[in-house]
């Protein structure tokens, strides 16, 4: 199997709706097939050296571009957290790249080959690779980041948990042998999932306290700099990068804005050229009108956004399954996507997104039934006081979903009789809220169901990952002895139909239980200057490595 590593232009992901919808199922199909490949025969693959193009018109220019909110950290080491996952993999690499039908495009490895039963996987790495201090790469690097990644990263635990050992037989061969299959693997080898770190400036010091998580050295097209916390991030092109002339621009410069007008602003009159998520939807249609940019909603394989409500199940009133099917009654989530996500997001009914060839299409929503609701609530002894309330919660709002969403949650809410207040929490604080302190009662969350299922969606609803200051995990403390077996079940089983099946069973124990109601994939809107190309070649979007954007004349 060869692949080629010189993707199309931004061509390929095109821009603007009706492509949104036939790229979601391209990439599903991919992804489908690649599973089923995987599990099914032995997988080698190798790459050639990529013909050096003669590209000197496309070098030069910096790119300023807007990511927000800004991150705790820049290496996606210990988090998961947007904004690490958008800097890390400019300057950290990882064992691959993904083209945008989540196929493999070798990175620090060059080839890779795996048994049929699926236990063991070994990896060709590339040679004459420098980090950015000087120091040659390894397998050593290799081993040591799978490592650490297993046991530090918040999904690397479930990504890894099958590795029963890491072998480095010479300097640029890497083995993994596992105890079960794991078919989600090869995919997690991104740098914004799985970074390779530098063994010789990691080892013998403490992981989550390193300062290289902020000011890293990597191996890949760009060179941190500087971080002015509040203000920006600046990278220089990596003169030694292995992939020349790659990359393009000659330096990065991420701005954090925290006014969405002013984001707005400094997009509309050039003086940023990049923004992923960053305008108010209502500006949609007045940015598709201006001359010098384009509105770009393709939604990410590698991403797979996807946002939800999660009850704190631990609250005395949400421990009822009848309470929790009262709000979910109560919310009408096609005025939702009309009027929040103002048409553009794909609403989903399960935790797996209809972009997935795992969702189960046949599960539909709970029917927006006030009346319902209200006689739900009165029959579990939530009958409305005097003040015409029943009781009161704490909901929260992760600062990566729409504030308007919370707004429309909680007029929902009231409509019913329940006491809402809502706390807008910067980033930071609200993790801590909700995963350490578990002080919420509702929290609309923004856990996207990234490229396989058993990475994005078990995390929440598996009870084994119920952890008290673990972000991102099993916030509602779910525990249901089904859905552990389905979604452990799926995690090692090789053939796809079979864990297809697996997938839709648990989708089906979800909507029954309901810890969760779920609302899709949100709008994924990014902003670019006309002049900019190849920003989103790569299945994470703006979340790859930028290599080969460049600007051509205004």
Known sequence: MRLNTNLSSHAVLKTIGQRTSRF????????????????????????????????AAKRGGTLTWIVTPEP????????????????????????????????????????????PDGLRYTFTLRKGVKWHDGKDFSAADVVFSIETLKTVHP??????????????????????????????????????????IPKHLYEGKDIASNPLN??????????????????????????NYWDQPRPYLDAIVARFIPDAAARAAALESGEVQLGNKVIPLSDIERFKALPKITVDITAWPYVGDHQQIYFNLDSEPFKRREVRLAVAQALNLDVFAKTIWYGHGVPSATPIGAASPFHNPAIKR????????????????????????????????NPFQDRRAADFVRQS????????????????????????????DITLENLTNVFDPTIGVQRVFWSKNFKVGLPFSNAPHYVSADADRLLEAAAGEADA??????????QEVIHRD???????ANPNVTIAARNLHDWGVNAGGVRANLARAYFSKP
């Open 72 to 115: 705790a950290a820049f290496v996606p080491l210990t988090t998961t957290a947007g904004g690490s996952t958008d800097l890390g993999p400019k300057v950290v690499e990882g064992l691959f790249n993904f083209d945008v039908k989540l196929q493999p495009i070798p990175a620090l490895a060059t080839a890779w080959q795996v048994t």
């Open 413 to 440: 809410l009231i409509r019913i009789g329940i006491d809402a207040e809502l706390q807008t929490l910067d980033f930071a604080t609200y993790v801590t809220r909700v995963y350490t302190d578990r002080a919420f």
């Open 514 to 520: 309901i810890p969760s109601i779920e609302l899709g």
């Open 497 to 506: 139909a079979r864990r297809r099946a697996l997938f839709f069973e648990f």
């Open 155 to 196: 999904r690397g635990r479930v990504t890894f948990a099958n590795v029963r050992s890491i072998e480095a037989p010479d300097a640029h061969t890497v083995i993994l042998l596992l105890d079960k299959p794991a078919p989600y693997l090869l995919t997690a080898l991104d740098g914004a999932e799985s970074p390779i």
């Open 24 to 55: 979601l199922l391209n990439a599903a199909v991919a992804t489908l097939g690649l599973s089923l490949s995987l599990g099914a025969v032995a997988q080698t693959a190798s790459t050639t050296a990529a013909p050096v193009p003669t590209d």
């Open 214 to 239: 902020n000011a890293p050295i990597g191996t890949g097209p760009f060179v941190f700099k500087e971080w002015v916390r509040g203000s920006y991030v600046k990278l220089e092109r990596n003169p």
């Open 366 to 397: 709970y029917p927006y039934d006030v009346k319902a609701a209200e006689a739900a609530l009165d029959a579990a002894g939530y009958k409305r006081g005097a003040d015409g309330k029943r009781f009161a919660v704490r909901l929260l709002n």
